[in-house]
């Protein structure tokens, strides 16, 4: 079993920072592909950014300049750091790996989200 864990939601004004973390624990073979998306009240869920193995980071044309993603590959983890927050990035901010479960396996996984509330 797999599980991702996020943390680091809140409460914050606009135009602050915020740094959310995700780790990935379990039977886990190595971890490729992570990424972060959200999802605001009312609207789908979307990418914000994603992450390879190697560490190449990709962004929609949205998220460019004020989201940065990393990982820690030792760690099984992920970051999100939100710069110049705007209340439009309120929204729950979800986590998902493309985690190889063995040689010949992988599957996706989701955390259960962390909420990022943004007050104007």
């Known amino acids: 079993q797999v599980q991702l864990v996020e943390s680091g939601g809140g409460l914050v004004q606009a135009g602050g920072s915020l740094r959310l973390s995700c780790t990935a624990s379990?039977?886990?073979?190595?971890?490729?592909?992570m990424g972060w998306h959200r999802q605001a009240p009312g609207k789908q869920r979307e990418l914000v950014a994603g992450?390879?193995?190697?560490?190449?980071?990709n962004y929609p044309d949205s998220a460019k300049g004020r989201f940065t993603i990393s990982r820690d590959n030792a760690k099984n983890v992920v970051y999100l750091q939100i710069n110049s927050l705007k209340p439009e990035d309120t929204a729950v901010y979800y986590c998902?790996?493309?985690?190889?479960?063995?040689?010949?396996?992988?599957?996706?996984?989701w955390g259960q989200g962390t909420q990022v509330t943004v007050s104007s």
């Open positions: 992450i390879t193995w190697g560490g190449i980071a």
């Open positions: 998902n790996a493309r985690v190889r479960l063995n040689l010949f396996s992988s599957r996706d996984y």
């Open positions: 379990g039977s886990i073979f190595s971890i490729n592909d």
